[in-house]
């Protein structure tokens, strides 16, 4: 018998989100049950339900940023046992035989990894995601929390902690690197944070300097408003990896004009609209233009392993589920600090 539990879902693109009740499955084999106790909300939770990457089925429980507490295992579970602390992040499965699965990057999938919601789940159920009470998932896509990190504070770093730890890691951010985010939200202060433990020197282009004490704080070195075009003037050719983390379109060119010979701009803000490139802003100075998807389960739990190490956690507020609707137009209006973690007791 499936298991009944309580749940915000949104039921249209245009329409807030409102209490509901979803089924979760019984446990098998492999599963372990999770109780959520936060759910952080990402950027991509807004663009998904509101259908701005394609359509989705409503009613839609988004969420990918999952902390809780395991509540049951199956009976072929060994890496997990009732009470451990553990996460979920942006992916539930994927098909375990491609190449790619095979060199344990799950999130690149030939198949198509299997989103925390929005997905078709292996079952042929619709996957559901973290703004509700349990959730169901094989034991190969659940992590670790460690004790250091407090269980709110750890709920954000399952998708915007890797989502910026992985390309930092690919394109080698380190001492002697000059690293630049592009945006301070969610997260680009992730990724301030994890360059900054990383050794490199951090800087942060926001659109205006209204966070720049918080980004010093935080592990910025410099810090730098995108709204004024002193700043493309002043720190043209600078540096070696930018990570574009803003949500919507930007001036691509404006930015790849920043990057030193041979640097990299890597887009992990994933906007619905192209993004147009002049050609010739990458080839004068072999520059890269790429992108990249979360991380791998292995890279997030390292990713975990790496902020218990150095005392990260995400910035957060933590709400109360009725509290839903207006954090998102908090998030639309680039007014989140960092992130904000449903509290899921609240749903009771
Ligand atoms: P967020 O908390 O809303 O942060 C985005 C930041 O971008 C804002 O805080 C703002 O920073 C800046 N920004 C917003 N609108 C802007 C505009 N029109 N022009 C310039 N800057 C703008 O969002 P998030 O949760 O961090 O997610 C960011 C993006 O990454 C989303 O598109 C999300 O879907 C995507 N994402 C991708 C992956 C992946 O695997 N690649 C994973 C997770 C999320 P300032 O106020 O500092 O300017
Ligand atoms: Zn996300």
Not at 71 to 97: H, L
Not at 111 to 124: E, F, K
Not at 286 to 307: K, V, Y
Not at 334 to 342: A, T
């Amino acid at each position: 018998m499936p298991t009944t539990v309580k749940a915000y879902a949104a039921t249209a693109r245009d329409q807030p989100l409102t209490p509901t009740t979803i089924e979760r499955r019984d446990v098998g084999p492999q599963d372990v049950r999770i109780d959520i106790k936060f759910a952080g909300i990402c950027h991509s939770d807004i663009h998904t339900a509101r259908g701005e990457w394609g359509e989705v089925a409503y009613p839609l429980v988004v969420g990918h940023e999952i902390a809780g507490t395991v509540a049951e295992i199956g009976s072929n579970v060994t890496k997990y046992a009732i009470g451990d602390r553990v996460g979920v992040g942006c992916m539930v499965n994927s098909c375990g035989e491609c190449a790619q699965c095979l060199k344990g990057l799950q999130q690149y999938c030939l198949v198509g990894n299997v989103g925390t919601y929005a997905a078709l789940d292996r079952d042929g159920t619709t996957t559901q995601g973290g703004y509700s009470q349990q959730v169901v998932v094989t034991e190969n896509f659940v992590v670790r929390i460690p004790e250091g990190i407090a269980l709110d504070a750890a709920a954000p770093l399952l998708c915007a902690g890797i989502t910026t730890y992985s390309p930092l890691r690919h394109w080698n951010a380190g001492p002697g690197k000059k690293v630049a985010v592009v945006g301070m939200g969610g997260l680009g202060h992730m990724a301030v944070k994890l360059a900054h433990a990383m050794g490199a020197e951090v800087t942060v282009l926001s659109q205006s300097l209204k966070k720049q004490e918080d980004g010093i704080r935080l592990g910025a070195d410099h810090y730098y408003a995108t709204s004024d075009p002193d700043t493309f003037t002043a720190l043209a050719g600078t540096f070696d990896l930018i990570i574009n983390t803003v949500s919507a379109s930007i001036d691509l060119d404006a930015h790849l004009s920043l990057l030193d010979v041979d640097g990299a701009l890597v887009n992990v803000g994933a906007p619905p609209e192209p993004l147009p490139v002049q050609i010739f802003s990458l080839i004068g100075s072999r520059r890269t233009f790429a992108g990249s998807a979360i991380g791998s389960i292995g890279e997030t739990q390292e990713m975990l392993d790496f902020c218990a190490e150095h005392g990260l956690g995400a910035e957060i507020e933590v709400i109360s589920a009725d509290k839903v609707n207006d954090a998102w137009e908090r998030v639309l209006a680039s007014d989140v600090r960092y992130r904000f973690v449903i509290d899921t007791a609240s749903l009771a």
